[in-house]
């Protein structure tokens, strides 16, 4: 069983910054992806930005320059450095986690989900 634990939601005005974390324990052998989703009422979870094993990083065109995805991999944890916030990044940002639980269990384990809310 893994557990991922979000923090760093917030308030924050148009143009400003906001940085989430998300650490996963638990028993965990590898992290093969860690990401981060959003949610918006009557909208479907999209990705937001996803960081791979060896480093590489995929971000939804919306945010693009603008967020910056990281890891501590001696920590198990993900970092989402939101900058030049726009009222449409309002959303549950929810943290995601491929998760290696041995050589061949795998599983895929989703946070609680923080609220991220951006004014104009």
């Known amino acids: 069983q893994v557990q991922l634990v979000e923090s760093g939601g917030g308030l924050v005005q148009a143009g400003g910054s906001l940085s989430l974390s998300c650490a996963a324990s638990?028993?965990?052998?590898?992290?093969?992806?860690m990401g981060w989703y959003r949610q918006t009422p009557g909208k479907q979870r999209e990705l937001v930005a996803v960081i791979i094993s060896g480093g590489s990083t995929n971000y939804a065109d919306s945010v693009k320059g603008r967020f910056t995805i990281s890891r501590d991999n001696a920590k198990n944890t993900v970092y989402l450095q939101m900058n030049s916030l726009k009222p449409e990044d309002t959303a549950v940002y929810y943290c995601?986690?491929?998760?290696?639980?041995?050589?061949?269990?795998?599983?895929?384990?989703w946070g609680q989900g923080t609220q991220v809310i951006v004014s104009s």
């Open positions: 638990g028993s965990i052998f590898n992290i093969n992806a």
């Open positions: 995601n986690a491929d998760i290696s639980h041995t050589l061949t269990h795998r599983l895929n384990y």
